[in-house]
């Protein structure tokens, strides 16, 4: 008998008008790999051009993590300064540029990569024990792209963003509930049924209506974002970034020194 663990995928699943995409590297709890970037933009790229789907909804696979972030050891032998940044825009970008509503079903955590596929999304439900952040400060020691931090201060606040970037703390789902960033927080049992829900009600209402409102904000969040190459290029190319990698994948914690 075969019993080798599947490697790290994204399975799309479609019932009708709604399509299911989930992040499948759950022994990682779904970290995604540089392939699961890559196929996330293929199916992005594929569900656009199709008029029968009407809602998208994304998940984890499991219920440890909607997506905990990036694979580190991708991170080993990154050269090219803030080009890293700049392919996962464009693969963002086409989860953002999605015609038809999308939903984000969380469980666990949402952190990192996993933050900004969540808030890239129109809508997001969670169980009540979902936690949210962007802890590079404590772990790896890099940054965010211009259009990332515009898109997730949009949604979330920039006192909320900078309270998960400088601090590196994860914030607890029910904080996140009354100012919107948060559809809907549930129980763990509840929370096929409250997504199913929220999806029935956007297939019912007119497709080109959402398209033009969801993409016009979109835009809007987009246009006259600064250069702000020299900073990218500084972090990614410090000695403190290759020591929160190293110390990631070595199990202790990273020495900083601002060099």
Not at 202 to 211: R, S
Request: aromatic share 6%.
């Amino acid at each position: 008998m075969n019993t080798s663990p599947t490697p790290p995928c994204i399975d799309l699943n479609i019932d009708g008008k709604i399509a299911w995409v989930t992040f499948n590297n759950p022994s990682a709890r779904n970290a995604l790999t540089w392939p699961m970037y890559e196929e996330l933009k293929k199916i992005c790229d594929s569900l656009a051009c199709n008029s029968e789907i009407r809602v998208v909804i994304f998940r984890g696979a499991g219920d440890k993590a909607f997506v905990s972030g990036s694979d580190i050891q991708q991170f080993v032998d990154l050269k090219k300064d803030e080009a890293y940044e700049i392919a996962v825009d464009q693969i963002f970008a086409s989860l953002q540029q999605l015609p038809m509503p999308t939903i984000a079903m969380i469980e666990g955590l949402a952190v990192g990569s996993g933050l900004l596929m969540a808030t890239a999304c129109d809508f997001r439900i969670s169980t009540k024990d979902a936690r949210f952040g962007i802890p590079v400060a404590k772990t790896l020691g890099n940054c965010l792209s211009p259009s990332n931090l515009s898109w997730i201060a949009a949604h979330l606040g920039i006192l909320m963003v900078k309270k998960m970037l400088l601090t590196a703390e994860l914030i607890k789902a029910p904080e996140l509930l009354d100012p919107g960033y948060l559809y809907q927080t549930v129980e763990a049992t509840d929370l096929h049924v409250a997504v199913h829900a929220l999806a029935q009600k956007l297939v019912a209402l007119a497709p080109i209506t959402q398209k033009a409102s969801k993409l016009t904000l979109a835009r809007l969040l987009q246009s006259n974002l600064p250069d702000c190459t020299e900073l990218m290029r500084e972090t990614y190319n410090s000695e403190d970034f290759k020591e929160g990698v190293n110390a990631f994948l070595e199990g202790r914690l990273p020495q900083w020194t601002g060099e």
